[in-house]
């Protein structure tokens, strides 16, 4: 079982170019998450999917659109890339929602010039 | 005001020391309560959850005070593989927030 993976790993993007990062899960788990990581500043969350059709704001979603495609797969869009959206990427999944573990994808590292 | 506040660090030890962090979360209402582990450019992993009346995962102990609104982590003979990054976990209302972390080193 590979667990969380998500892709890309790294990214370079140009001011105002648009990408898509994936994350799939095959652990059968009903809620995802997508969190930004910054120097300093801890994990922050983005969006999250309680469970499959469902999306809802985290604490930073300015500047991200998302899709919980299925049970598997949640997607973290940028439809204009900025300097400020550097950061490192994680996927999470969590069997339920809320007061469990939640195991995190290897991350996406991007960098927007 | 931050939701988890924790000591950056970092915290320089000698194999076996004993170490100890503290966080300190804003919301009284808080329901549950994790450490996690983060190596360098890697993703965050459980160590261990956080239960009022305290709890013991072989040398890592971790403990709750509700009043005070911190929980702890206590390391005891610390190895070389415990130097990482220590994540504070904090869950409000089904969301989770994260300290950004205690550096931890313990030399030879």
């Known amino acids: 079982n590979a667990g969380v993976t998500q892709t890309p790993k790294f990214q370079v993007l140009k001011t105002g170019q648009s990408m898509t990062l994936q994350c799939a899960q095959d652990?059968?788990?009903?809620?995802m998450y997508w969190y930004r990581q910054d120097p300093g500043m801890g994990l922050r969350l983005i969006y999250y999917?309680?469970?499959?059709?469902?999306?809802d704001k985290g604490e930073v979603p300015n500047g991200y659109n998302v899709s919980r495609l299925n049970k598997r797969e949640f997607s973290l869009r940028l439809e204009s890339a900025a300097p400020s959206q550097t950061s490192v990427y994680f996927c999470?999944?969590?069997?339920?929602?809320?007061?469990?573990?939640?195991?995190f994808g290897p991350g996406t590292r991007l960098l927007v010039l | 005001r931050k939701e988890v506040e924790q000591d950056p660090g970092p915290f320089n030890v000698p194999e076996g020391a004993t170490v100890a962090f503290n966080c300190t979360y804003s919301?009284?209402?808080?329901?549950?309560f994790f450490w996690y582990r983060q190596d360098c450019r890697k993703e965050p992993k459980l160590l261990m959850s956080?239960?009022?009346s305290g709890n013991e995962d072989g040398r890592f102990t971790a403990q709750l005070n509700r009043a005070s609104q911190y929980i702890s982590l206590l390391i005891r003979d610390s190895k070389l593989s415990d130097s990482a990054t220590y994540l504070c976990?904090?869950?409000?209302?089904?969301?989770?927030?994260f300290g950004s972390g205690t550096k931890l080193n313990v030399k030879p």
């Open positions: 999917s309680a469970s499959e059709g469902t999306t």
């Open positions: 652990m059968n788990h009903n809620s």
């Open positions: 999470a999944t969590e069997q339920g929602f809320g007061q469990e573990t939640q195991y």
């Open positions: 956080v239960y009022s």
């Open positions: 919301n009284s209402a808080s329901q549950s």
């Open positions: 976990v904090v869950d409000n209302f089904n969301k989770f927030y």
